[in-house]
C-alpha cells in the first residue's frame, strides 16, 4: 500500500535542476536529465552515478530508455534529439 514515503535511497550527485527520470524496463537503472545540459544514469539500488552524458548545448526535457534498455532517447530546446548507447 501507499505510504507517501519516500521508497529507496536518494541518488546524490544532482548540483541543478532535474527535468526528467525513467526507468529503464528491468528495473536496474534510472536516467535523469538535468537543466546543466547533462544526463545521468544511475544504479537504482545501490544509488550511485554509474554514467554521465554531455552533449546538448540546453537544459535536457525529456530522456526515456529503449524497450530493450540499451539505448536512450534524450530531447532538448537546443533543437535536438539525441540517441546514446545506455
Do not use: C, E, M
Request: a neutral charge; proline letters at 6%; zero cysteines.
Amino acid at each position: 500500500a501507499a505510504t507517501g514515503l519516500p521508497a529507496g535511497i536518494p541518488l546524490r550527485g544532482h548540483h541543478s535542476w532535474v527535468w526528467s527520470v525513467a526507468y529503464s524496463a528491468d528495473g536496474k537503472r534510472i536516467v535523469s536529465g538535468f537543466i546543466d545540459h547533462t544526463i545521468r544514469i544511475w544504479d537504482a539500488a545501490t544509488g550511485p552515478s554509474i554514467a554521465t552524458l554531455h552533449g546538448h548545448t540546453n537544459r535536457v526535457y525529456s530522456v526515456v530508455f529503449s524497450p530493450d534498455g540499451t539505448q536512450l532517447a534524450s530531447a532538448s530546446p537546443d533543437g535536438t534529439l539525441r540517441i546514446w548507447d545506455a
